[in-house]
């Protein structure tokens, strides 16, 4: 009898485990009209990493305290966003860019030698 009730109650929550897969998929991107129009609809979130060297965070930095604990820190990339013209393309382009590699553009007398020393395309820019 227990064993039968035991049976029972598995084959009902297997049924209900496999009506629950079979019915009408959910629709994830439910965006409204206002949203669609508006441009935080479009936020991608981005790697913290210069366009141009491609630096990013050193994760293998100390701190040695006065007791002598090393704790570990992230020391991030100092990032700016940034806009030069580009010749090539005739338009401007936003970067985000190291300080070094702001720098670096200087060196190079514009973004677009800089961009094809590193091999970069500023047309996805």
């Keep these: ?46 790697e913290r990493k210069c366009d141009l060297l491609g630096k990013t965070a050193n994760r293998k930095a100390r701190v040695v305290t006065f007791s002598h604990k090393r704790i570990h820190k992230v020391q991030q990339v100092n990032l700016q966003w940034k806009r030069f013209y580009s010749d090539d393309l005739g338009r401007r382009v936003r970067l985000r860019l190291s300080t070094k590699g702001i720098k670096t553009v200087n060196k190079y007398g514009g973004i677009d030698a800089a961009a094809k020393k590193f091999g970069v395309d500023l047309a996805k820019y």
Excluded: C, K, Y
């Excluded at 064993?3 to 009408?24: D, E, P, Y």
């Design 1 to 46: 009898m227990m064993r039968s009730a035991i049976t029972a109650l598995l084959l009902a929550l297997v049924i209900a485990a496999a009506s629950a897969f079979t019915g009408t998929p959910l629709q994830i991107n439910r965006v409204s009209a206002a949203a669609q129009s508006s441009s935080r609809s479009t936020l991608v979130m981005r």
